[in-house]
């Protein structure tokens, strides 16, 4: 690092660039730009858990070139639009810079005065507000440029959790819930025994009041709620009903067995007749039978998710997840947009990879995985292949594995071991409302559209 003073000592500097030789004198110019800003290598401060399950603290190193700078000409400006992974220590990094002319930096925090000449063995201090500048060669011109390194300020894959989303809630037993034109409805039983409907607006506002639902018969409801088509769907006996606010409901379908729960997005929803076959529809109008069901298909409280194949986007896989008879494992299904037969999948050997059958049970798509959970909250199974193999979202694993060590439930849900419903929004968090009048909203950082 090496100290430039204007005037004087500056064009001391330009004339170690002219040559003793006359033959070999450079031409100078008025020119004075950065063209090109490089980030060297720093290390990454990185919180994890060692054999004893203690926190530790470890540091990846991570080179600048992995983000590119992007140099604005017009407003003078150097800036990584892709920001640093959190907890880049960034307080000593070298650089590598292009520019016509010699190039400067500066720190702009009244710290430190100084004007350096610029070095590529330079430690630089970007946690410190700092400008960079070119001088041509004649010394006439100088550009300045304001350099911003910016680097993430939370972990992107935490996941966090919030209870302030309650106001107005009292809490329904059995309850299950879906999104419909971003609201939230939360269909259950009341005190008195009454089926009652909660809604709110997911981005938004408090909780209506519990209003008892009209149009149903008086018992019945199966403890299924959809939202499918622009419409929500819930079963009463082996009649379908619908309704477009959650209070209001008409017959839909009537024939019905079970009425599978579906992820949010879904193009078809699926349904088991009371004579024993697999239908589909994708309007609630039209259905399609695909022939009688395999004698071990599951016949209630199942969990249908579609999402595309990564390897073939315009093929929809459809995972099936329900319980097992008398197995005490999850019965889990799977067919493909271009099939027309279900296959059963079959478990791991080793049974603490398979997937119990969940008791008050949720099985939810979410960051591009399968996650299950159920009563008493103790945690997330995780499955990414499809649900063949379910493994513990566990703070420490020993083994690699599909593990998600931030995918965990709040101190204040874990254990809870009453009733609760769930949905999945489209601003990318998870709802658990509970029995008791708790509602918590969780979002994995980089997945928080509300947060952002």
């Not at 998710?305 to 986007?313: A, D, E, I, K, V």
Request: hydrophobic share 35%.
């Amino acid at each position: 690092m090496r100290k430039l003073l204007f005037p004087s000592i500056l064009l001391w500097v330009l004339a170690l660039n002219v040559s003793c030789l006359k033959s070999m004198e450079a031409e100078k110019t008025s020119q004075a730009a950065i063209t090109s800003f490089v980030v060297g290598y720093y290390n990454v401060k990185f919180h994890d858990i060692n054999y004893h399950r203690h926190d530790t603290v470890i540091n990846i190193r991570e080179g600048g070139v992995m983000y590119p700078m992007t140099i604005d000409q017009i407003n003078n400006r150097i800036f990584n639009v892709d920001s640093l992974a959190f907890g880049s220590q960034v307080n000593a990094v070298t650089t590598s810079v292009g520019a016509t002319g010699t190039v400067f930096y500066s720190y702009k925090d009244g710290q430190d005065t100084t004007t350096y000449l610029w070095s590529s063995s330079d430690s630089i201090d970007f946690t410190r507000p700092i400008v960079f500048g070119a001088v041509s060669s004649d010394g006439k011109y100088r550009r300045y440029y304001n350099v911003e390194l910016n680097v993430r300020t939370v972990f992107p894959d935490s996941m966090h959790w919030s209870k302030a989303y309650g106001i107005g809630f009292t809490g329904l037993d059995k309850a299950c819930a879906a999104i419909l034109n971003d609201t939230l409805y939360n269909l259950g039983i009341d005190s008195g025994g009454n089926l009652n409907v909660e809604c709110r607006n997911i981005s938004s506002g408090n909780w209506t009041a519990a209003t008892q639902v009209n149009g149903v018969p008086a018992s019945g409801w199966t403890g299924v709620l959809v939202s499918f088509d622009g419409r929500l769907y819930s079963q009463w006996g082996t009649t379908v009903y619908g309704s477009s606010n959650g209070t209001d409901w008409t017959q839909a379908k009537s024939g019905i067995k079970c009425l599978m729960q579906v992820g949010p997005n879904e193009s078809c929803l699926w349904a088991l007749s009371v004579d024993g076959k697999i239908m589909n529809t994708s309007d609630m109008t039209e259905w399609t039978e695909l022939g009688p069901a395999p004698a071990e298909f599951p016949d209630s409280a199942s969990v249908t998710l579609s999402y595309p194949l990564s390897t073939n986007p315009s093929i929809i896989r459809t995972v099936l997840v329900g319980q097992g008879k008398d197995s005490g494992y999850a019965s889990i299904w799977t067919i493909l947009s271009t099939d027309s037969v279900w296959s059963r999948i079959d478990m791991p050997s080793n049974t603490e990879l398979r997937l119990l059958s969940l008791d008050n049970g949720a099985v939810i798509r979410y960051d591009g995985s399968l996650f299950a959970f159920g009563a008493g909250l103790e945690g997330f199974r995780q499955s990414n292949d499809n649900g063949v193999t379910w493994y513990v979202c566990d703070s420490y694993a020993e083994d690699y594995s599909s593990w998600n060590r931030y995918m965990q439930f709040p101190s204040g849900l874990k254990g809870y071991d009453g009733s609760f419903s769930y949905a999945v929004d489209s601003l990318g968090a998870i709802w658990i409302m509970t029995s008791g009048g708790q509602v918590w909203r969780g979002a994995i950082t980089r997945l928080d559209k509300q947060g952002k």
